[in-house]
């Protein structure tokens, strides 16, 4: 290695504060996808609860299957795996 590149940048080494920040982000992303259920869950409540208000997104006389109550039911199943492994690696 030539001493014009003996650096840890030009050997593709970080600095101690770039690790800590690259560290930091990575435990912030990968807690991130386990907002998800519980978000959609709680919009599936509140649309329930207080109603949509939303004419383009449901079609009165319809099946109640096609709501959007029954969507972010969907959605909140759909985004349940993390959590489901979660728990079963707490376990």
């Known amino acids: 290695m030539s001493q014009a590149c003996s ?3 030009c050997s593709g080494g970080f600095d101690d504060k ?3 920040r690259s560290a930091a982000a990575l435990r ?3 807690r ?3 907002a998800a259920a519980p978000t959609f869950a709680m919009m599936a409540l509140l649309t329930a609860v207080l109603g949509d208000g939303s004419a383009l997104c449901t ?3 319809t099946s ?3 709501g959007m109550e029954a969507m972010y039911l969907l959605m ?3 985004h349940l795996p993390p959590w489901l492994k ?3 690696s707490s376990i």
């Open 7 to 9: 650096t840890q940048a």
């Open 18 to 20: 770039a690790l800590r």
């Open 28 to 30: 912030s992303s990968n």
């Open 32 to 34: 991130l996808y386990l």
């Open 59 to 61: 079609v009165a006389g």
């Open 64 to 66: 109640p299957l096609s």
């Open 76 to 78: 909140s199943v759909f």
């Open 86 to 88: 979660l728990i079963a």
